[in-house]
């Protein structure tokens, strides 16, 4: 029986455009969700960031490359982390799911509003999306650090939907990460669901902000994972 999991809104977008910054410079964002929730985003490159606050039940941390969950046991005395892209790879529901993957953009249109819109001190170009009657706006950019965080926060909401089975709730944001990259502008600054609040260079991080605490348990799945509870 897999554990109950909220999603929260980790999806997230981040950019650097400080010339005089190193090109892998760590940076602090802050994500809005549509609800009104934020999340904090420490982000050195794609093989680097952390999603949430380690504090929190449940946090993304791309270590090395690698992609982990990291989600803490129901009364709190344990963590555990997954490595999303193994585990995927040995379920049939991973068919598929390197991000974005199989999306069927049937019906999904986006139309230009010639103006561009300020977000976290980055200019992004503005499209009006139709997606069979449901429309919004989307500001995308083309610029590549942008793109970068863009595709690995993404791509850790499209895995995390699908290993807790619910890969309808992967669809709206593995569109939208394809539409954007169709565009030309694969960094979102602003989608259905997420906005970037804020984003400034941090002080430099040590690797151990990017590497797993050593008191928490690497397991394969599910099943393994509670099996460790005993």
Do not use: C
């Amino acid at each position: 029986m897999k554990p109950l999991i909220t999603l929260t809104a980790l999806s997230v977008l981040s950019s650097v455009l400080l010339l005089s910054s190193p090109a892998f410079a760590d940076v602090q964002a802050v994500i809005e969700h549509s609800r009104g929730t934020s999340v904090e985003v420490s982000y050195r490159d794609e093989g680097h960031v952390k999603v949430g606050n380690p504090e929190e039940a449940l946090y993304y941390l791309t270590s090395d490359g690698k992609p982990y969950v990291v989600m803490a046991a129901a009364n709190g005395d344990k963590r555990f982390a997954m490595n999303m892209q193994e585990f995927l790879s040995r379920s049939s529901s991973g068919n598929g799911v390197e991000v974005p993957g199989k999306v069927d953009m049937n019906g999904v249109h986006a139309t230009p509003l010639d103006r561009t819109e300020d977000i976290g001190g980055i200019t992004g170009k503005v499209y009006r999306v139709e997606d069979f009657g449901h429309s919004w706006e989307l500001v995308v950019t083309d610029d590549a650090t942008v793109a970068g965080v863009t595709r690995a926060i993404y791509s850790a909401e499209i895995r995390m939907a699908h290993m807790a089975s619910q890969p309808m709730g992967a669809e709206p944001l593995a569109k939208e990460l394809k539409l954007a990259e169709s565009l030309g502008s694969p960094g979102i600054l602003r989608g259905q669901l997420y906005t970037l609040k804020s984003l400034q260079p941090a002080e430099a991080q040590a690797d151990d902000n990017y590497q797993l605490a050593k008191e928490i348990l690497v397991v394969r799945d599910w099943q393994e994972m509670m099996d460790s509870y005993h």
